[in-house]
């Protein structure tokens, strides 16, 4: 029974506006060739930068600048801020999802009466 709750649950987030826009967008950002080449950049660089840290070095100025300009490059991106925009819906839905299995979890942890159905 709780199987068929959880997945019963799983098939309703599915068919909700927050996930079927977060999927949208996602897709939409996948398919932005010139966002995926910032977003892979970025991502390079940041990773160059954790390994020089890593190892006890500094970042250079000059890749602190290209990080910089190259965050700011992406968040400008009208596809990207849609996508953020639309996953940040989605995380507060599935916030509120959370607190709402918590609170039936507080209610059943209190009731003497057990029910299977």
Do not use: C, H
Request: glycine residues 6%; negative net charge.
């Amino acid at each position: 029974m709780l199987q068929d709750r959880a997945t019963e649950l799983g098939r309703m987030i599915g068919q909700s506006d927050e996930y079927k826009t977060v999927k949208r967008t996602s897709d939409a950002l996948n398919e932005d060739r010139d966002a995926v080449t910032l977003i892979r950049q970025l991502e390079g660089l940041r990773q160059e930068a954790q390994q020089m840290i890593a190892r006890g070095e500094n970042p250079t100025a000059e890749m602190e600048e290209q990080l910089d300009g190259l965050l700011e490059k992406v968040q400008t991106n009208a596809t990207y801020q849609r996508a953020i925009a639309a996953q940040d819906n989605f995380d507060k839905l599935m916030l509120r999802v959370n607190e709402w299995i918590s609170e039936g979890i507080r209610k059943g942890a209190a009731s003497p009466i057990i029910t299977l159905g």
